[in-house]
């Protein structure tokens, strides 16, 4: 077995992230830059490293999940959501089943809470955010942003909804308490059921083509009949009728 063979199966028994889930050549030249700049000439010795000291493990984590994102990511595909995919469906019912399935810090699914309050009551709204980066989520649950992930947001949202602390602006505790995070690994992990609609941006790019494929049918599984999925500005769906997915506007998806 070679050395990235050997790493993989023990990062998984270690962390239950399955390397061999995402795009080998990419996924190995990050590590072994990782554990290069770190002194460590060989995997097996950067694995005992991570193994024996949190830090570089927890290093580790952050830099193979790739966490970086922002408030209203790719602003026109927010507008779309906004004009297009929310009347309709809202057209059938008021409350409804939202996912954000790759959340990272919590930009997503505290966008959505304020794009919702433009049409629903806040108290009304209930987001479900998930990741398998834990130390994400508990930064995601702290509120606090640098002014350079607000730049896309609604002005009147930064105004209305954030706090200004120093230089940071936080997320006041009537928008964070309508997002609920949990621990939630698409490659392992059973899906919520009943969803009208389900995000899942900037994170399919980096799995591999049989990985994808089992995740857009488990997709397809956890949305209701008419429901969304809604994915990155770089992961359109190739033959989406192959798994009951046809595509409304570019990067939705409609269940059939
Ligand atoms: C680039 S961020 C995307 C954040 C947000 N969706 C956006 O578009 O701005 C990618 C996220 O995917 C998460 N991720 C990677 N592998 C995952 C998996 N197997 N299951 C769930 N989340 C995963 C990472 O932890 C990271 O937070």
Do not use: H
């Not at 120093?166 to 059973?190: H, P, Q, T, W």
């Amino acid at each position: 077995m070679d050395d990235y063979t050997v790493f993989k199966e023990l990062v998984y028994r270690k962390t239950g992230i399955d390397l061999s889930s995402y795009k080998e050549k990419q996924m190995k030249r990050r590590i072994e830059s990782l554990a290069s700049r770190n002194g460590y000439q060989t995997l097996s010795e950067y694995y005992k490293g991570i193994n024996s000291d949190e830090k570089l493990y927890n290093e580790f984590i952050n830099y193979i999940t790739i966490n970086v994102s922002e408030f209203y990511r790719n602003p026109g595909q927010w507008r779309v959501l906004e004009e297009e995919i929310l009347p309709s469906l809202m057209e059938r019912k008021r409350s409804l089943k939202i996912w954000s399935s790759a959340c990272s810090t919590g930009e997503e699914p505290y966008s959505l809470v304020m794009l919702l309050s433009r049409y629903i009551r806040l108290n009304e709204i209930k987001i479900l955010a998930t990741d398998i980066d834990r130390q994400a989520m508990e930064k995601a649950k702290t509120g606090i942003y640098k002014e350079k992930s607000l730049q896309n947001l609604p002005k009147e949202f930064v105004s209305k909804y954030f706090r200004k602390n120093n230089n940071d602006f936080e997320i006041i505790e009537e928008v964070k308490a309508r997002v609920e995070f949990g621990f939630l690994d698409l490659l392992r992990d059973s899906f919520p059921k009943g969803c009208d609609l389900i995000l899942c941006r900037n994170v399919l790019i980096y799995f591999t083509e049989e990985a994808k494929q089992q995740i857009y049918s488990k997709f397809y599984d956890a949305l209701e009949p008419g429901g969304i999925l809604f994915v990155g500005s770089t992961e359109q769906i190739i033959m989406p009728n192959r798994y009951k997915l046809s595509p409304v506007e570019t990067f939705f998806y409609r269940k059939m």
